[in-house]
């Protein structure tokens, strides 16, 4: 059986259960994946298919949960069908928004709830940064994989780019910021700050809401990931001083110290909800207080 025929006959159960699909085939998860995307690309080329995808959709009213129906009644994937759809109502958004009364309507409401004399100190820069902002909002964040780079490679470059993300914003924060270039290393930077050297381990986040202080277990064609050298590992103080969890769509960093994470349970760990470290988020103050307490340790031992 070739590729093709396999999606073909196979598209309902891969965009259901996308593992248990492959369970009996000669096919691994990037073969499929990446025919899929290419197959897409393929078709999106026609202004007539984009059309006929947008019209369907609208039919069903914009619900999210009847994708898959176009996605399979298409031979589509239906991940690569909902980035398409959500970029081109942005894209829409884009155009018909106007930012100059957005911008108003926001700094018009900032003024109501802040005093007149504060509001006009700061309404200037207010304005400006309210206009970048607006505009990232509008665009649904930064530009991810315009290039359709293969999907494994991919993976690899956005975790890269969480780690230069965080790296470039620690020094625009003014600290001495160092990448470590090792990739079997634990942690992903090195922060000198006043002499103290602190490890941080660098994880991005996209559009979830939840963070892991567990390595993801190695998978892949041939890979037995229930072997336990396979399995990930817990993140601890052993590991690094500082998680730092970077959301790639527009750029904030969650600082969390490693004893925060270290008091959570096994289970607890693998799953962290961000509304939980909210006290961490772009609390950059954070790298003094870990710093401090490396000193002071180093006092109490010296």
Same mark, same amino acid.
């Given at each position: 059986?070739?590729?093709?025929?396999?999606?073909?006959?196979?598209?309902?159960?891969?965009?259901?259960?996308?593992?248990?699909? $492959?369970?009996?085939?000669?096919?691994?998860?990037?073969?499929?994946?990446?025919?899929?995307?290419?197959?897409?690309?393929?078709? &999106?080329?026609?202004?007539?298919?984009?059309?006929?995808?947008?019209?369907?959709?609208?039919?069903?009213?914009?619900?999210?949960?009847?994708?898959?129906? &176009?996605?399979?009644?298409?031979?589509?994937?239906?991940?690569? $069908?909902?980035?398409?759809?959500?970029?081109?109502?942005?894209?829409?958004?884009?155009?018909?928004?106007?930012?100059?009364?957005?911008?108003?309507?926001?700094?018009?409401?900032?003024?109501?709830?802040?005093?007149?004399?504060?509001?006009?100190? &700061?309404?200037?820069?207010?304005?400006?940064?309210?206009?970048?902002?607006?505009?990232?909002?509008?665009?649904?964040?930064?530009?991810?994989? $315009? $290039?359709?780079?293969?999907?494994?490679?991919?993976?690899?470059?956005?975790?890269?780019?969480?780690?230069?993300?965080?790296?470039?914003?620690?020094?625009?924060?003014?600290?001495?910021?160092?990448?470590?270039?090792?990739?079997?290393?634990?942690?992903?930077?090195?922060?000198?700050?006043?002499?103290?050297?602190?490890?941080?381990?660098?994880?991005?986040?996209?559009?979830?809401?939840?963070?892991?202080?567990?390595?993801?277990?190695?998978?892949?064609?041939?890979?037995?990931?229930?072997?336990?050298?396979?399995?990930?590992?817990?993140?601890?103080?052993?590991?690094?001083?500082?998680?730092?969890?970077?959301?790639?769509?527009?750029?904030?960093?969650?600082?969390?110290?490693?004893?925060?994470?270290?008091?959570?349970?096994?289970?607890?760990?693998?799953?962290?909800?961000?509304?939980?470290?909210?006290?961490?988020?772009?609390?950059?103050? &954070?790298?003094?207080?870990?710093?401090?307490?490396?000193?002071?340790?180093?006092?109490?031992?010296?």
């Amino acid at each position: 059986m070739t590729l093709e025929q396999f999606v073909r006959e196979n598209i309902v159960k891969i965009n259901d259960k996308f593992k248990d699909s $492959l369970v009996h085939s000669d096919f691994n998860e990037i073969q499929v994946k990446e025919y899929l995307k290419n197959c897409f690309i393929e078709k &999106i080329n026609s202004k007539d298919f984009k059309n006929t995808l947008l019209e369907k959709f609208a039919n069903m009213e914009y619900k999210k949960s009847k994708i898959v129906e &176009i996605a399979n009644e298409e031979i589509l994937y239906k991940a690569d $069908l909902e980035n398409f759809l959500e970029i081109s109502i942005f894209l829409e958004l884009w155009h018909l928004i106007d930012f100059e009364k957005l911008k108003q309507a926001n700094l018009d409401f900032i003024q109501n709830v802040l005093a007149k004399d504060k509001f006009k100190f &700061i309404e200037n820069k207010l304005e400006k940064i309210l206009e970048k902002a607006l505009y990232l909002a509008s665009i649904d964040g930064f530009s991810t994989n $315009l $290039l359709h780079i293969n999907s494994g490679v991919m993976t690899a470059n956005a975790g890269d780019s969480a780690q230069f993300l965080f790296l470039a914003r620690a020094i625009l924060a003014g600290f001495n910021a160092s990448n470590v270039d090792v990739r079997s290393s634990r942690y992903d930077v090195i922060v000198d700050f006043e002499n103290t050297l602190l490890r941080i381990q660098v994880k991005g986040i996209s559009t979830g809401n939840i963070i892991s202080f567990k390595d993801r277990d190695r998978g892949g064609q041939g890979i037995d990931y229930t072997h336990e050298r396979n399995r990930g590992k817990r993140i601890t103080q052993k590991d690094c001083d500082i998680y730092v969890a970077v959301d790639k769509q527009v750029g904030f960093c969650y600082i969390i110290p490693m004893t925060y994470a270290d008091k959570l349970s096994d289970e607890e760990c693998k799953k962290v909800k961000l509304k939980d470290v909210q006290m961490y988020k772009e609390n950059w103050d &954070i790298i003094k207080e870990v710093a401090k307490i490396k000193v002071d340790k180093k006092g109490i031992f010296a």
